[in-house]
T-cell receptor, first 116, second 112 residues
Framework: GAGVSQSPSNKVTEKGKDVELRCDPI?????LYWYRQSLGQGLEFLIY????????KSGLPSDRFSAERTGGSVSTLTIQRTQQEDSAVYLC??????????????FGNGTRLTVT | GNSVTQMEGPVTLSEEAFLTINCTYT??????LFWYVQYPGEGLQLLLK???ADDKGSNKGFEATYRKETTSFHLEKGSVQVSDSAVYFC???????????WGAGTKLIIKP
């Protein structure tokens, strides 16, 4: 596709429900990242994929958060038993390869999650 | 550890004004430095980058010079336009590292 696609663009859910966020990266991009952006804050790293494997999950804030990537393409971020503090914009980015020098990140427009 | 500090926003300017958004960093080694921009309703996109000391990155009339002596990478533009209104993020990475360390972002508002 032309760019990184994320869905849904907006999600409102009740506290305690599970949500699944989807990211469709640019075709051929092997590296995929999930970030969280809270109001007035910078980007908080969540997880990094190289192909289908996730060598760095260190940013996941709790065991309620998980992510997978299949076929080296689409990724889903799942948040179980959502809490109000999970409300944020969840950003996905992809790049041709790891290492930022010649492989800039391409971002999707994000999913705005609101937990009521 | 590595960190990036940006000036707090919002920064409000009139059209054709001179822009500076300050960015300083703390890093071991010799990081690469980046400015990303997020226009309203769009995803973040790379604006410019610099990979070694004294390099100047430039794009769309914006410039930033990698100053190792002051550990800074300030973003400048000589004459801003309303269309430059966006959130600007400064970031760094160690060469070959997959991780970017991000500043908090600076919202820029340009009034006609």
């Amino acid at each position: 596709g032309a760019g990184v696609s994320q869905s849904p663009s907006n999600k409102v859910t009740e506290k305690g429900k599970d949500v699944e966020l989807r990211c469709d990266p640019i075709s051929g991009h092997t590296a995929l990242y999930w970030y969280r952006q809270s109001l007035g804050q910078g980007l908080e790293f969540l997880i990094y994929f190289q192909g289908n494997s996730a060598p760095d999950k260190s940013g996941l804030p709790s065991d309620r958060f998980s992510a997978e990537r299949t076929g080296g393409s689409v990724s889903t971020l799942t948040i179980q038993r959502t809490q109000q503090e999970d409300s944020a914009v969840y950003l996905c980015a992809s790049s041709l390869a790891a290492g930022q020098l010649n492989s800039p990140l391409h971002f999707g427009n994000g999913t705005r999650l609101t937990v009521t | 550890g590595n960190s990036v500090t940006q000036m707090e926003g919002p920064v409000t300017l009139s059209e054709e004004a001179f822009l500076t958004i300050n960015c300083t960093y703390t890093a071991t080694g010799y990081p690469s430095l980046f400015w990303y921009v997020q226009y309203p309703g769009e995803g973040l996109q790379l604006l410019l980058k610099a990979t070694k000391a004294d390099d100047k990155g430039s794009n769309k009339g914006f410039e930033a010079t990698y100053r190792k002596e002051t550990t800074s990478f300030h973003l400048e533009k000589g004459s801003v336009q309303v269309s430059d209104s966006a959130v600007y993020f400064c970031a760094l990475s160690d060469p070959g590292n997959y991780q970017l360390i991000w500043g908090a972002g600076t919202k820029l508002i340009i009034k006609p």
